[in-house]
């Protein structure tokens, strides 16, 4: 018996046949692409979470919370985290 192969785009059509579905991609999606940013910033600017928490003036668990929920956070909240790495916000549409 021969199977057939199916491709990554495939499976995610069937999966995403759903508004609610697509919706909770997307979001999942944000997140990521967030997450993956602050990171960045982060390494970038040679600091770990203490030394930015302390930069933020809150407290290291607070630093997680964010990175693990980015977009929960508020535009100043994240322009804070920003300016702690010695970046900025940037939102663009």
Request: proline share 4%.
């Amino acid at each position: 018996m021969k199977v057939k192969g199916v491709t990554f785009d495939e499976v995610r059509a069937k999966a995403l046949n759903t508004p609610e579905a697509q919706a909770a991609y997307e979001e999942a999606k944000r997140e990521a692409m967030l997450f993956d940013l602050l990171q960045e910033m982060k390494n970038q600017a040679g600091i770990n979470s203490k030394q930015l928490a302390e930069r933020m003036g809150v407290t290291p668990p607070a630093v997680t919370r964010l990175e693990k929920n980015p977009t929960k956070a508020s535009i100043a909240t994240l322009d804070r985290y920003a300016a702690a790495c010695g970046s900025h916000l940037k939102i663009s549409f």
